[in-house]
């Protein structure tokens, strides 16, 4: 009999991964240039948030797949921490919540502080 727990771990993760990413490109794409510009600012990952798919991951490696998600839950938190207290048209709230509600949903905190899939 095969255990599928790693396997099912990986697929969920990537679930996640791609919840996260989605969310952040669709916020992206809802805000003015100048806006953008300071949103890009305040985002850590190596990623231009613009191409659709899943980042490059060793899905494979538990730790590789928990980094990649405590590094997207790190970026999402930093876009509605610049966000946060100001004036914005809706679709950028909704954008904004649709973030919010993903990495509510989505996420855990670990007791080191780092964020992972609730999977």
């Not at 949103?39 to 980094?67: N, Q, T």
């Not at 509510?104 to 964020?115: I, N």
């Amino acid at each position: 009999m095969l255990d599928s727990t790693a396997l099912y771990d990986a697929v969920a993760t990537q679930d996640t991964v791609t919840l996260i990413r989605s969310a952040i490109r669709a916020l992206l794409k809802t805000v003015d240039e100048a806006l953008a510009a300071e949103l890009f600012a305040v985002l850590k990952r190596d990623d231009d948030y613009i191409s659709a798919g899943k980042p490059a991951c060793d899905w494979d490696d538990p730790a590789a797949r928990e980094a990649l998600v405590d590094a997207l839950a790190r970026d999402a938190q930093a876009v509605l921490l610049c966000l946060d207290g100001r004036d914005l048209p809706t679709a950028v709230k909704q954008s904004a919540a649709l973030v919010a509600t993903v990495i509510g949903q989505d996420l855990e905190q670990r007791e080191d502080g780092r964020d992972r899939s609730r999977s």
